[in-house]
């Protein structure tokens, strides 16, 4: 488990749109967002980050579009295996909107209640994110998740 990509320059109004498709039913990845520093081991941009999930899994709060076990979605509407998928997510100040193929999946601001973190689990550390931060694909080896964009646009502040 790993980085596969950051940005160099940390982003705090931006829509980053990411095409990707997955390539069977145990395919995992994610988009990390709000990185407060430049990642120096697999575990800190989850712990200090969010992961916008990039799985079908059954659980509604680490599906394709969530912050993994932060959010509970509020759609689910990843395409079959083999399809490509279209994510954009918008990153505004402590505001964080998700949508998949053009339905909205997670509409999140800093600040608002979050399930706890189970005992003993390697979910993420709760506590608040910054405003702005580095992004990232995050990488699972044998998990395969192919990317054909990753891009982002400036918001104005």
């Known amino acids: 488990m790993g980085m596969l990509w950051y940005t160099r320059e940390k982003i705090a109004h931006a829509t980053v749109r990411v095409v990707f498709k997955l390539t069977s039913k145990e395919s ?81 601001t800093e600040g608002q209640t979050v399930p706890p973190k189970p005992v003993g689990s390697h979910d993420p550390d709760r506590g608040p994110r910054p405003n702005s931060g580095f992004i990232g694909l995050q990488n699972h080896q044998g998990s395969e998740v192919y990317f054909k964009e990753v891009s982002v646009l400036s918001l104005s502040p």
């Open 28 to 108: 995992d990845s994610g988009v990390f967002i709000r990185i407060p520093e430049k990642p120096t081991e697999p575990w800190m941009p989850i712990n200090r980050g969010y992961e916008v999930e990039i799985g079908d899994w059954p659980d509604d709060y680490s599906c394709t579009g969530v912050l993994y076990t932060f959010t509970k979605a509020l759609a689910r509407p990843i395409k079959p295996i083999g399809e490509w998928n279209t994510m954009d997510i918008t990153i505004d100040g402590p505001h964080t909107i998700v949508y998949l193929n053009a339905v909205k999946v997670t509409d999140f």
